[in-house]
């Protein structure tokens, strides 16, 4: 098992410029590794039947949402906590692998309902590259203007708490959130990509680079479910 020490690692922002370079590239090699991942595992659990089975089990009660939903939470902390390993290398791997499991697991029910309301998949396609054109948008901003946006971190905090409140609601007690609500959440998705790109720069150290990964790929899956749940609404309202 190989051994780490952040403490050796420097802010990125303090950085080389070849070390920051090299930083920001693994960080989005291994974005890209971790979305190629979920795309085939999603395929694997829509194809072999999983889904179906696992949203019969979802329509039984509506307690079941809230404990998929509860369990997710917990494995995410694990996995972020496990990613932020300074003890070794293959542990924070374990922490990103565990991490895109539990997200592709999260949305199994969405992206098969996708599926059935659209099997030639143009729904999916969509926003994936609706989502794609704004993270790269974002991702612009947060290089070129340089401004550390680690300052939204207590609001995107106490935003996610209400949202999380609004969730548990609405599946406790029946009601649709609604278009407005999916809005919202891009708009609260889209600040979360932002925070974490500047993060990026301003608060990893150049040893963390799969810890930033989870955080992007974190935020840019939260991106790509309102965007298909908010294009999914649109198209139900045809």
Sequence with gaps: MSQLDMSTGRIVANASETERANFIKRTYVHL??????????????????????????????????????????????????????????????????????????????LIYMALMRDSSGTLLQNAAIVTGALVAGLTFTAFSTKINFSFMGRFLMIGGFIAMGLIVASILFGFNLGLWFSGG???????????????????????QHVAASLALFSSVGLLFWYILQFMMSLAGDD
């Design 32 to 109: 890209a590794g971790a979305i190629a991942a979920f795309a085939l595992i999603e395929t694997i659990l829509i194809q072999s039947g999983v889904a179906n089975s696992f949203m019969g089990m979802l329509a039984g009660s509506k307690w079941s949402w809230l404990i998929v939903l509860g369990a997710f939470m917990l494995v995410s902390t694990v996995a972020n906590n496990w990613a932020h390993s300074g003890i070794s290398r293959e542990k924070q791997y374990m922490g990103l692998g565990l991490f895109v499991v539990a997200e592709a697991i999260i949305f199994m029910p």
């Design 185 to 207: 959440m891009i708009l609260f998705a889209a600040a979360s990509v932002l925070y974490s790109t500047s993060n990026i720069i301003h608060e990893y150290n150049t040893e």
